[in-house]
């Protein structure tokens, strides 16, 4: 029998990170197989077999896509994929994502969306594919969002983005892990200021 997810979001308590390649494979296999059935078949274009989403994540942690994750109490609520080039036909990364209905609405798809794209940038990629179900329209409006130009084809919505388009966006290219490396970062933040502003002070009193 099945476990049920008794899991219940905490607004402000999640946070975004990219998976190492040791933990792609079950975080992200669980959050895959956490999809409900329309999500499922949004996701992978109407296959809903667990086995089939083992092997997926199997593929992904072993070929070099980069899982950039939205975390909260441990577990991946959120996800969006970056598939190396080499994977597809015209040369092309690729980025896919998937949000759990309990984190819906509460601007992770976003979040995803501008990690994923600085990630992209950070490799030295000029533009990304997205792809999505036809049917998942918040999804659509981001990637529309962000630049792509959705057609329809073989049930799925897919568009190009040009990262070049895109604007820098500083807070979506800083690399904080959890809350605490955050609030690390926020310390030594302020102690450099109130390091500056102590030299400064003391130089003039000083004169």
């Known amino acids: 029998m099945p476990q049920v997810d008794v899991f219940r979001p905490r607004p402000g308590f999640g946070y975004v990170r990219t998976l190492s390649q040791h933990e792609e494979l079950p975080l992200l ?11 499922r078949h ?28 939205y975390m909260e109490n441990g577990g991946v609520r959120g996800a969006a994929e970056l598939h190396p080039p080499e994977q597809s036909e015209d040369g092309l990364p690729e980025v896919a994502f998937s949000v759990e209905a309990c984190v819906r609405r509460r601007g992770v798809g976003s979040l995803l969306f501008q990690r994923v794209i600085s990630e992209a940038r950070w490799k ?78 003391g130089t003039k009193h000083a004169a």
Not at 29 to 39: F, I, K, N, Y
Not at 170 to 198: F, G, S
């Open 29 to 39: 296999r669980d959050h895959l197989l956490r999809l409900d059935p329309e999500s």
């Open 42 to 69: 949004d996701r992978f274009n109407g296959f809903l077999d667990d086995s089939f989403i083992e092997r997926y994540a199997a593929k992904c942690a072993a070929d070099g896509t980069v899982i950039v994750a």
């Open 124 to 201: 030295g990629y000029g533009k990304l594919r997205v792809t999505t179900g036809a049917q998942n329209h918040a999804m659509r409006a981001l990637a529309a969002k962000y630049g792509a130009h959705l057609v329809f084809s073989h049930g799925e919505s897919t568009g190009t983005i040009d990262l070049a388009q895109q604007p820098q966006d500083e807070l979506a290219k800083l690399v904080i892990e959890t809350p605490i490396a955050a609030a690390r970062a926020i310390y030594n933040l302020n102690r450099a200021c109130w390091k500056l502003v102590t030299r400064m002070y």
